[in-house]
């Protein structure tokens, strides 16, 4: 007789034990994907590491432009007239000077290999090759007009700063570089302000100026020093960019023996009088600046004269009011006549006997495409002085 066999009762201390046997292995397995998986970031970081110092280019290029392309530029008659060899500027095709010529900014594109060690110069030839455009080109003063030098200098430091970029230069040479071209940079939005915008863009000069300012004040606080001149960029970035509170936070997160410099308490407290509309204690702090601070300082300097006729021409509304134009000078920082055409710039009348008459009513804003950044110069130009522009943009002022 066929029995049915019962099925196999399991105890509640065998079903425990399976549970948790079942569990282990569970977590044992977790913990061996994680670990895995922890091992195969590890080896991915390590492998994308080398992958990037492998992929960065070291320049073997030792002369400002590289062979290859100052053949191609003089066989395509695209020399600068800075470039070619003496006596043969006036030839067909002129020949170019392996002394002169210097790598000009090429712009990325599809096909072009930008990479070429070849063609990529290192750190020491780049900054060689910065002092030879300040030293023979920038502050020479057989060549001219300056807008053309300026022209010139100004597409080879992006050439300069372009191997920059593709090398990952870093170190004392990158910083020596970029506080030569920021000085040039400052100095140029000051003395080609007003110019035609075909021979000088304020913008374009204004963002390449930003883009090395960062640049410069990131290697401050991220390489180790010492760094000399730390404290008169500090200052001159929180100069060329008033009002900005981006300038300012960083300011306010420097070192207290940074922040309490001389140099950028004073740019801190001209900051502060440009935000609380002060224009009289703006203007009195800034006859304190070096003349490379006042540049800085330059293109702020028509917004704060403009405050200042704002407001005396609500302060002083009264047809019996006559306003002494020696006095208005004297606060505005410019001499009689140039204060005489700011005031009229403005709706601001002045009569023969040097009177001015203030009156809310009166008191137009300029078109916008009339430039008078220009009668502000002085408050600027009079602090150079005997000052060459070699010793401008070397620091020396």
């Not at 963002?207 to 090395?212: G, P, V, W």
Request: glycine residues 4%; positive net charge.
């Amino acid at each position: 007789m066929n029995r049915r066999r019962a099925p196999r009762r399991t105890s509640h201390s065998q079903r425990s034990e399976a549970s948790s046997n079942k569990q282990w292995m569970q977590i044992n397995e977790q913990q061996c994907q994680s670990k895995d998986k922890a091992h195969r970031k590890e080896d991915e970081e390590k492998r994308h590491r080398l992958l990037g110092k492998e992929s960065v280019p070291l320049g073997t290029c030792q002369t400002m432009c590289p062979t290859h392309e100052l053949l191609d530029r003089e066989a395509k008659n695209r020399l600068h007239c800075f470039e070619m060899l003496r006596g043969t500027e006036k030839d067909r095709k002129p020949r170019g000077d392996p002394l002169r010529a210097v790598k000009e900014y090429s712009r990325p594109a599809a096909g072009k290999d930008l990479t070429n060690p070849s063609a990529l110069r290192p750190p020491a030839v780049l900054l060689n090759t910065v002092h030879y455009l300040i030293d023979d080109i920038a502050t020479s003063p057989g060549l001219h007009p300056w807008t053309e030098v300026y022209s010139f200098v100004f597409d080879r430091l992006r050439g300069v700063k372009q191997d920059m970029i593709i090398q990952r230069v870093s170190g004392k040479d990158c910083v020596a570089i970029l506080e030569l071209t920021v000085r040039f940079l400052i100095y140029a939005s000051y003395r080609l302000c007003g110019q035609p915008l075909r021979l000088y863009d304020p913008l374009i000069n204004d963002t390449h100026l930003q883009e090395n300012l960062s640049w410069l004040l990131d290697c401050y606080s991220t390489e180790t020093g010492p760094h000399p001149n730390q404290e008169e960029f500090q200052a001159i970035g929180l100069l060329y960019n008033l009002g900005s509170h981006r300038a300012a936070q960083h300011i306010i997160e420097l070192p207290e023996q940074l922040r309490s410099s001389p140099s950028v308490r004073l740019a801190l407290s001209i900051n502060q009088a440009f935000l609380e509309t002060n224009p009289v204690r703006l203007l009195r702090l800034a006859h304190r600046l070096s003349f490379l601070q006042a540049c800085a300082l330059h293109r702020h300097l028509p917004t704060c004269c403009r405050d200042l006729l704002l407001i005396y021409s609500h302060g002083y509304s009264n047809r019996n009011c006559r306003f002494p134009l020696g006095k208005l000078a004297q606060l505005l920082s410019l001499d009689m006549k140039l204060t005489a055409e700011f005031c009229r710039t403005f709706g601001v009348d002045v009569n023969q006997d040097d009177q001015v008459f203030f009156s809310k009513g009166a008191f137009t804003e300029p078109q916008q495409k009339q430039m008078y950044c220009h009668l502000c110069h002085s408050i600027v130009s009079d602090k150079q002085k005997d000052l060459t522009l070699g010793n401008i943009i070397h620091g020396c002022a």
